[in-house]
Structure formats: structure tokens, C-alpha cells
């Protein structure tokens, strides 16, 4: 996987020369888009991203006033269970120690994916719309931030339904989750090494809050801060090229267990897990896509998952994936 020089090149200018842009990189690296901010506003995206957006205004005139209603229809339980598997015979061979394993599920939903956009709530929204797809997304994860030229990032492993009696105790002492959170963790502190110096985790495994149609989930996130290295001043086109595919929805080590994805899952990925973020001219922020939903001439589909690792149970993990099937309108 490796992003298009002539892409790179354009971002490492835009950042240089102080010129405001958004960009989106699909989990495979082969259709970057990257654009002027201004350009945005005629075109089919639409972005929510940490308080900054290009349709202000629009939201209060939408059409469609009904609530959501959304069928999951998760994958076969033997599917999963399948290439979940062959997730743990290559962990057990030592090929890797933690295998982040997304599937896409069919749903039924009565609103339109402009409308979930506008009606749904999360720090990171993007709706794209062009003559080959289709998709929004709702992410709750931060990819990388960059200013002032310090570099921080926030990974989320480990989820649990909020609603279960001591969820936060529970979550923070399964040792499954934190290995899983541990691992996701030391991966980001060595990417950030790439182009960063004096990398140092600020806060470990802390939880925050998410709510959704379905309820309220918790989530385990830590923030890593590194100082980019002078030469890499400005150049997010470098940057971003040497950190993706982002470390948590992949796993470690990662080269190889990208090839682990790309023999389990059935499909590729596309935008799904890929990343996308918009610079201010002084800011760069960024997000993880997940929370994914697509629209083809099937129907539409959920893409959900997570990490797994040799101390994982399979109905679970399952049962996670099928958690992480929601949309935060409420």
C-alpha cells in the first residue's frame, strides 16, 4: 500500500503555502481525494469535523422529519466464526498479535444517508457522493491532529455496552481489552516515531462516553503525543504516507497483518477505515473512518469489527461487531 506521489506532493504543498483543504484516503491507499476547502461546498461532500463544517445552515431545512428506524442484519454467525478462525491459527504461529477483523452487514434504514448525516451526531461526520458510491460515516475516533508542530493522536480500543452493571469496571480490568488496547498503543507510539521525536504517551486508557440509537457505549482511548521532526515541518503529504494505514484498525506488527486482512476479510475495504480531515491553515484534524455506512445497487450495509487477539471468544467478538452496528441520532 502506497499513496500516490502526485497526492502526497499536492498535500506537502498545500501545507507549505498555507492553503485550506480537505482530504479522504480509502484503507487500501488507491483513491485519495484531496481538494481546496472552498471547493467543497459544490461538491457531493459534506464533513463534520471537531466543530468545523462546510454546510452550516442547511441541517434546520431538511425534508424528512421521520425518527430513524434501522434493522441490523449481521453476517452468519458461522461466517465470522470462520475467518475469525483463521485470525487466531496466525496468531498462535506468532504472524501477528492483533488482527483488527471488519465484515459489512446488510441493514434497513427508512432515511436517506444525507439525512443520517445532517441528524446524526459525533465528533467526525462525512457524507461523499459521486458517480461510483455512496457512504457516510458518524467516527468517534481521532486519526492525528497536528499543530504547532506537535503531532497527537487518540486510539480507541476496547468497547462495552454502558448499560451493563460496573461496565467501566469491567472494562478496564478484561484482560483481553487491555492487551488489546496495550498493543494498539505501542503500534501509534512506533508510527509516530516515524516522523516524530520525544513521542510520550499523556494519558493511558481513559474512557469516554458514546451514545447511539441503541444506547450508550464505552470506549477505551489514550492520547500519544510526539514533536515532528523538523524536516517533516508542514509536510502532511510525508506525514501521511508514513502513518497509514492507521494503526488501530489494522494490528501489529503491521505489515504482515495487513496481509492477514487481505486473506481473511472477503472484500476489500474501500473508504471504509481509511482517513479523512480538513486543514485550517494552521490546524490539521483528522479522524479514522468507522461507523460506516454504504449504499450500492444491493441495498445498504453496515461495516463494523474489531481487534482480536489468542485471548478473544468468538461469540463476543461477534456480539461487538453487532454492538458497533448503530447510528448516534437521539
Excluded at 51 to 65: E, F
Excluded at 181 to 201: F, Q
Excluded at 237 to 251: R, V
Excluded at 268 to 285: A, M, N, P, Q, S
Amino acid at each position: 500500500m502506497i499513496l500516490d506521489s502526485n497526492f502526497i506532493e499536492k498535500m506537502n504543498y498545500y501545507g507549505r503555502n498555507g492553503i485550506k483543504f480537505l482530504f479522504i484516503v480509502d484503507f487500501e491507499m488507491r483513491f485519495p481525494v484531496i481538494m481546496e476547502l472552498a471547493e467543497t461546498k459544490d461538491s457531493g461532500i459534506k464533513y463534520f469535523i471537531d466543530g468545523d463544517d462546510n454546510y452550516s445552515g442547511y441541517a434546520d431545512n431538511i425534508q424528512d422529519k421521520n425518527e430513524l428506524k434501522i434493522q441490523k442484519n449481521p453476517i452468519p454467525f458461522k461466517v465470522y466464526k470462520k475467518a475469525f478462525n483463521n485470525v487466531i491459527k496466525h496468531e498462535k504461529a506468532g504472524n501477528s498479535y492483533l488482527v483488527n477483523l471488519t465484515f459489512k452487514s446488510p441493514i434497513n434504514v427508512n432515511l436517506g444517508l444525507r439525512e443520517i448525516f445532517y441528524k446524526s451526531r459525533s465528533k467526525y461526520k462525512l457524507y461523499f457522493k459521486d458517480s461510483f458510491r455512496e457512504f457516510v460515516l458518524f467516527s468517534p475516533e481521532t486519526f492525528i491532529n497536528i499543530s504547532g508542530g506537535k503531532i497527537f493522536t487518540y486510539p480507541i480500543k476496547g468497547t462495552i455496552d454502558a448499560g451493563i452493571p460496573n461496565a467501566k469496571e469491567i472494562l478496564a480490568n478484561d484482560k483481553k481489552e487491555r492487551a488489546e488496547h496495550l498493543t494498539v498503543v505501542d503500534l501509534l507510539r512506533n508510527d509516530l516515531n516515524i516522523v516524530c521525536k520525544e513521542v510520550k504517551v499523556n494519558r493511558f486508557c481513559f474512557m469516554e462516553t458514546v451514545k447511539t440509537n441503541f444506547g450508550e457505549l464505552l470506549q477505551m482511548t489514550s492520547e500519544i503525543e510526539g514533536k515532528i521532526k523538523p524536516e517533516l515541518n508542514k509536510r502532511f503529504g510525508d506525514i501521511l504516507c508514513a502513518m497509514l494505514p492507521a494503526g488501530s484498525i489494522c494490528g501489529a506488527p503491521k505489515r504482515k497483518t495487513l496481509e492477514i486482512i487481505k486473506e481473511t476479510e472477503p472484500e476489500e475495504r474501500g473508504y471504509y477505515t481509511g482517513v479523512f480531515g480538513i486543514y485550517d491553515g494552521k490546524t490539521l484534524k483528522s479522524s479514522v473512518m468507522i461507523r460506516f455506512i454504504e449504499k450500492t445497487g444491493e441495498g445498504c450495509f453496515y461495516r463494523s469489527g474489531g481487534g482480536i487477539t489468542v485471548y478473544s471468544d468468538v461469540k463476543k467478538e461477534y456480539d461487538e461487531m453487532a454492538e458497533k452496528i448503530y447510528v448516534p441520532i437521539y
